[in-house]
């Protein structure tokens, strides 16, 4: 399948993890596309991939002229940008009376404002090319987890952020919508190791049976979003959680 050809996308957080997952599948889908991480280290190797459809950015996201240099990047290296989608997002996971504003900075920093710097940076050339943005949402700040009141209050401000983006927009025929997913990345597994409790009672009660690949069950819903197949779909959240949650 390659209903991504001749698409050029940047991608937060694109070296590892979900984003790593999802450099590989829209890549694989035809996408060119600007990885920008911190690792530099899972960078070089995502490039190793496909060196004439990759790029890598290191850069720290919530630096605004990171978001800048990732368009230039993609102009100069593929000569466009069609799509973006803000994966990138650091956290740390503290009850809420013990959470610093260094923690609160950390995850509005890399999640919220990353986020609209790079749909800013991004706007003039998506408009050029009627192009689709992807921001990340979580079921997290849905259920209002314990231990993650800075990651769910920046979470619920990128899906308000998108809904408004999706209606200013959409004269521009730029789409805008949110992707929550329900992953097993490496995160998952060393929260799972040390809430085991928590992971266990989130995981029995997904009606699928188990948390999604990054590869297999969350990219392939980001990639429909960036094509073609959903240009009639904008401002909209899409679970991909096996069911977990059921938005009204």
Known sequence: MENLKGHVIIVTGGAAGIGGALTSVLVARGASVVAVDINEEAGKKKVE?????????????????????????????????????????????????????????????????????????????????????????????????????????????????????????GKDKIRVNVVSPLAMTEGVVKWKESSPAQYDEIAKHIPLGHFGDPKDDIAPVVAFLLSDDSQYMTGQTLMADGGDIKLR
Not at 118 to 135: H, I, R
């Open 49 to 169: 991939e496909n060196s004439s459809k990759i790029v890598f950015l290191k850069g720290d996201v919530s630096k605004e002229s990171v978001a800048q240099e990732a368009v230039e990047l993609a102009i100069a290296k593929f000569g466009k940008l069609t799509g973006l989608v803000n994966n990138a997002h650091a956290s740390r996971q503290k009850p809420l009376l013990e959470l610093t504003q260094e923690d609160w900075s950390l995850s509005f920093g890399t999640g919220f404002n990353a986020t609209l710097n790079f749909m800013k940076a991004a706007y003039q050339e998506l408009k050029k090319n009627q192009g689709s943005v992807v921001n990340f949402g979580s079921g997290a700040a849905l259920n209002g987890q314990i231990g993650q009141a800075s990651y769910a209050a920046a979470k619920e401000a990128i899906r308000g952020l998108s809904r408004v983006a999706a209606n200013e927009w």
